[in-house]
């Protein structure tokens, strides 16, 4: 069965510390795609990322960066140099398609991370 | 003007009462989403729409009923709620069939039923 797990329920780091946001997904199909999501405190999910499953190649964005690892199934998420406006939930994803050609999101349970000042 | 919006962003009703979540996309996609998502649970997937037709319907209780009139707006009517049903009801939208896109998701909707 698909799956998307965020065994950290909750981070706290102090500002400017790294932090690493772990995903692990589970899915019988070679075609999917993985995202990740950030929820701040006003509710809207904003798209951070997303990665296909033939693309392996790691990425950088300022201070985000993504380890995708299909060896372990595995799509990592590092904050550098956090900042307090960093502090929100984040949510990783998979989607598959069915087979009615339409795609299915599944959702982690979130990463709350609350970064001190 | 923003991607997805939802109205209103708070609601407060009684379980008798009727209301209806409003969720309009402005992106040009073709499928639309309702999610749940509770204090301390994971988001739950509702109703899924694509090209106006409801292509998912994952187990959801009657008194929620969604409704698309169209690609751009998708609807929630919700009646003889339960206190449980309160939580933040967040819409989406993608583009699929050509491939796809991410979801864009609305602010979402903080129901509380009373």
């Known amino acids: 069965a698909q799956k998307v797990t965020q065994a950290q329920t909750e981070i706290s780091v102090v500002e400017k510390e790294d932090v690493t946001l772990d995903c692990v997904y589970e899915t019988r199909d070679t075609t999917y795609y993985l995202f990740w999501y950030k929820q701040p405190p006003s509710g809207e999910l904003v798209f951070l990322i997303r990665r296909n499953s033939f693309d392996e190649q790691n990425e950088i964005s300022g201070r985000y960066s993504w380890n995708f690892q299909k060896s372990t199934s595995s799509f990592n998420f590092t904050i550098t140099a956090s900042q307090v406006v960093d502090s929100a939930v984040y949510f990783c994803?998979?989607?598959?398609?069915?087979?009615?050609?339409?795609?299915?999101?599944?959702f982690g349970t979130g990463t709350r991370l609350k970064v001190l000042a | 003007e923003t991607g997805v919006t939802q109205t209103p962003r708070h609601l407060v009703m009684g379980m008798t009462n009727k209301k209806s979540l409003k969720c309009e996309q402005h992106?040009?996609?073709?499928?639309m989403y309702w999610y749940k998502q509770s204090a301390k649970k994971p988001l739950e997937l509702m109703f899924v729409?694509?090209?106006?037709?409801?292509?998912e319907n994952n187990s959801v209780p009657s008194r929620f009923s969604p409704e698309c009139p169209n690609s751009s707006h998708l609807f929630l009517h919700l009646h003889t709620l339960q206190p449980e049903d309160s939580a933040l009801y967040l819409c989406?939208?993608?583009?699929?069939?050509?491939?796809?896109?991410?979801?864009?998701f609305g602010q979402g909707t903080r129901l509380t039923v009373v």
């Open positions: 992106l040009g996609h073709n499928a």
């Open positions: 994803a998979l989607s598959e398609a069915r087979s009615s050609g339409t795609y299915k999101y599944i």
């Open positions: 729409y694509s090209l106006e037709e409801r292509v």
């Open positions: 989406a939208s993608s583009q699929e069939r050509t491939g796809l896109t991410e979801a864009f």
